[in-house]
């Protein structure tokens, strides 16, 4: 699945451990997550929408 991940992270600023400190998940998630090798569970996408304040839709593509 593609996201923004990475492209939002980067607006705000953020390092890879600050995202992951926010979501309370690793740095590694953090990491599989903007390259797509791990796709989240339905809470965490939104916790990660709900974070950067966008749609679901805006940070998850199929």
Known sequence: MNNRIQELRAERSWSQA???ERLEVS???V????RGRYDPS???AFRIAHLFGV???DVFQP
């Open 18 to 20: 600050d995202l992951a």
């Open 27 to 29: 740095r590694q998630t």
């Open 31 to 34: 990491n599989a997550l903007e």
């Open 42 to 44: 339905l809470p965490l």
């Open 55 to 57: 749609a679901i839709e």
